[in-house]
């Protein structure tokens, strides 16, 4: 469970889409998104039913309930990562904005709450533009909404689009007649814990390609003590397992499913070795369940994996940076060691 990206969640790194105008999102050419949205929810649900262990990603969260069950996350005393990474922006806000210059254009992967990158720009020398990229079009929409209000001289391109896959950047972007700026990729929440290893090194990789010439700012949470992290992803108000659970009511509600959610519990936990939390739905009981007229049958205590959140050393992610094309420049962390926020450099060529 990561913000920023809100992640995937954060993560990033994903929400789903809805529809809204071209003035507040940037228009992709053909179909209706929403059905593009559902079809693909449903495969991908049905595939992962389908096999064992069963799992499906993180980005499914991220509907309009999903997305606000995770803003109210945010604000849980439990939940560090967000009041930590916002306090290392503001403290080192000055050094942050030497390092990605003047004039340059911000491209925010996993877009949602505005709060930190609203922290970011006024931090900025006159950024050219801004270009959230989200698969949650509704989200979207509110957080570019806001940006336009708080920042009027900002020119503000939203995409909607998974970033996880390959994308093409808003025409503005591409070519310009003023000239090309220095692109600058914004990653927080520690989003790129909800990826596999191979996964975190593919996207970076093409981050570092669409960035060539700039540079990326990356949240990322740290290894700690276990019991501060099965503090954060098993809060006492219950919001991350209503998080959780909105799973299966979006699939009840979009794909017609018929989950019983209260027949399923959240479950989070520490894996030391692989040095992440999983997040599961344990089944409660024997039941079956149909997705797109197809029957599923958990076993009792049987569990559907929605979500991996890994943590990092300091050196183990400019090691994986440095693997994925960039060089690793200064890293900002908090007194207490929960939280980094790294500075990548995306070489030319």
Known sequence: MSAGSHSLRATPEARARAPTTPRDVEPRA?????????SAFARALSAGLGRRPRSVAPKFFYDAAGS???DQICALPEYYPTRTELALLAEHASEIA?????????????????????????????PRRFVPIDISGEHLHAAARQLRAEHPALDVHPLVADFTRPFALPHALARNGRGHAR???????????????????????????????????????????PAVLHAAYNDAQGVTAAFNLNLLARAN????????????????????????????????????????????????????????SYKFTVDGFRGLAARSGFLPGPVWRDRDGLFSVHWLQAQVG
């Open 253 to 308: 509600r979009e794909l017609g499913a018929d989950f019983a959610p209260d027949r399923f519990a959240h479950y989070a936990f520490y894996e030391p070795v692989r040095q992440r939390i999983e997040m599961h739905l344990v089944s409660l009981c024997r039941q079956s369940v149909t997705v797109c007229g197809r029957q599923f049958t958990f076993e009792e205590c049987e569990t559907l994996h929605t979500e991996n």
């Open 68 to 70: 606000a069950l995770f």
């Open 183 to 225: 692109r600058v990729g914004f990653f927080p929440g520690s989003s790129i814990g909800n990826f596999t290893p191979d996964e975190a090194h593919r996207f970076l990789r093409r981050a570092a390609r669409l960035l060539r010439g700039g540079g990326m700012l990356v949240g990322v949470d740290l290894v700690k003590d």
């Open 98 to 126: 030497q390092c990605i210059g003047p004039g340059a254009d911000i491209v925010e992967f996993g877009a949602g709450s505005s709060r930190k990158i609203s922290l970011l720009l006024e931090a900025l020398e006159q």
């Open 30 to 38: 053909g179909g209706d998104r929403r059905d593009d949205d559902a």
